[in-house]
């Protein structure tokens, strides 16, 4: 089921040729693709938003080439969507306008690791799982570890503030950025933040650009902080009877004292799916609870037993993973359930919303009732330890489409009346931008507005996006 692009202005045929000439004559012809299958490819991005086709891609390999790309397109007023991994959830990096798309993924340098300032400097073109594996082999780490990790890129983080399990302990992207080098329409070159821990000089245009979704600059290097690499990290698995259960044994484990990295939540029809990739769970199971601690090797061990002891009143069941290999194929089939999902059923739409932990058994109740009440099938998984589940609906007739856009209406305001918001991780893109408004006032929308027009007054900059949008698509 896929979902169709905003209404925005398209540039004129004669705007768009200009630009053409401009980019080739700046950039040379290897960087600019206007082959029919390139311009086709990236049309779409991994959400079930579809654009425009654009009218050109640039490849681009330093911050001199986004510079040239955002003159060129504020000289000729061509939009520009800028564009890394085409990971995203939301249509983050589908051309609402056609136009340009720029394109990131060809920035890869690894510029800087420093062991004894805890940084590093890349280009955002770097696949964050290959960056956790440089950084690691130098005994640092960094945390963000979203679930397309292997594919998504530091650009897309930066721009989504992407989060991931890890993010109870650790935070999400925006923790984790010290600064940026970014580009805005008309080509000038900010460098915003610093380098040190420490820094209240001026506004905080560095957070402020962190989870803008490419709407208000194009980053084109990002200095990121490093901790040590974790001495020890253990893994427990944990089966309930249900649900609820399982919600509860997130309180006692926050209770107990415990600060796991992960706590991740799967609930039965969750498991169908697990089963469903060979993963070897209780078939008693109703519900799993993922919990994941690291640190020094001691307090590894006392962490994991009392994790184990807070849960144990409420768990059926719970087991230790016995080495790396087992720890590695328990996330493995985590990190699958996106498409594990998808094969349970003909069309599937998930949601990243996020409630209070202590109202996550409240958010499953109401979704098992509305979910009912409109006849939809579904079923939820996520960072239950920071109160960011996934609450997917699953249908095999396109007839059955009206009936899961109420579900998802319902779950908007359900968790907006539970104290949550509509996005942890995945952004507001175009497909959840017409729900923005349930959860925040005109008056926040209009300010927001204000700042976009700062930065790109002739809205050339991934037009689109966050504050208009068509009908909901997948995350």
């Excluded at 394109?103 to 062991?115: A, K, N, P």
């Excluded at 940084?119 to 979203?146: A, M």
């Excluded at 090797?297 to 768990?315: K, Q």
């Excluded at 009732?369 to 996934?390: I, K, M, P």
Aim: charged share 25%; proline share 6%.
């Amino acid at each position: 089921m896929l979902i169709r692009a905003p209404e925005v202005p398209l540039p004129p045929r004669a705007a768009v040729d200009r630009a053409k000439i401009e980019l080739d004559r700046a950039l040379g012809p290897s960087k600019v693709d206007t082959r029919p299958e390139t311009l086709e490819s990236f049309a779409r991005d991994e959400s079930e938003a579809i654009g425009r086709t654009p009218d050109v891609v640039v490849h681009a390999v330093d911050a001199a080439d986004v510079q040239a790309v955002l003159r060129v397109a504020d000289e000729t007023g061509v939009p520009v969507t800028p564009r890394a991994g085409g990971t995203g959830r939301t249509g983050g990096a589908v051309p609402a306008a056609g136009g340009i798309v720029l394109d990131t993924s060809t920035m890869t340098r690894v510029l800087e690791i420093d062991r004894d300032e805890l940084l590093c400097v890349v280009e955002p073109g770097i696949v964050t799982g290959e960056l956790h594996d440089l950084v690691e082999r130098e005994g640092l780490f960094y945390p963000p570890d979203p679930n397309s990790l292997k594919d998504c890129m530091i650009g897309g983080n930066v721009a989504h503030n992407a989060g991931g399990p890890r993010a109870f302990k650790y935070g999400v992207t925006r923790d984790w950025v010290l600064g940026l080098e970014a580009a805005t329409l008309g080509g000038s070159l900010l460098r915003t933040g610093k380098r040190t821990v420490k820094g209240v000089t001026g506004y905080d245009l560095t957070a402020l650009l962190v989870g803008s979704e490419g709407t208000l600059a194009v980053t084109t290097k990002a200095t990121l902080r490093l901790e040590r690499k974790p001495e020890a990290v253990a893994t427990l698995l944990a089966v309930f009877a249900d649900v609820a259960s399982a919600s509860r044994a997130v309180t006692e484990l926050i209770r107990s004292g415990c600060v796991p990295r992960c706590v991740e939540l799967m609930d039965e029809g969750t498991l169908v799916a697990i089963r469903k990739q060979s993963v070897a769970i209780d078939p008693d199971a109703r519900a799993l609870l993922l919990v994941e601690v690291d640190g020094p090797e001691v307090l590894v061990e006392h962490d994991t037993e009392r994790a184990g002891n807070a849960m144990s009143s409420l768990a059926k069941d719970i087991l230790a993973a016995q080495d790396a290999a087992q720890r590695g194929r328990l996330w493995e089939a985590r990190r699958a359930l996106s498409p594990a999902t998808k094969k349970l059923a003909k069309y599937k739409l998930s949601e990243d919303v996020v409630v209070p932990r202590t109202r996550i058994l409240n958010l499953l109740e109401e979704v098992e009732r509305f979910s009912a009440a409109h006849g939809v099938r579904h079923l939820t998984y996520g960072h239950a330890g920071d109160g960011n589940l996934h609450v997917n609906f699953l249908w095999d007739d396109a007839e059955e489409r009206p009936r899961v856009d109420r579900a998802i209406h319902d779950l908007m305001t359900t968790t907006v009346r539970l104290g949550g918001t509509l996005s942890g991780e995945h952004g507001i893109g175009i497909t959840k931008a017409t729900y923005l408004p349930l959860e925040q006032s005109p008056d926040l929308i209009a300010i927001q507005r204000d700042v976009k027009r700062v930065f790109d007054p002739r809205g050339l900059l991934n037009p689109g996006k966050i504050f208009t949008g068509a009908p909901h698509g997948a995350c």
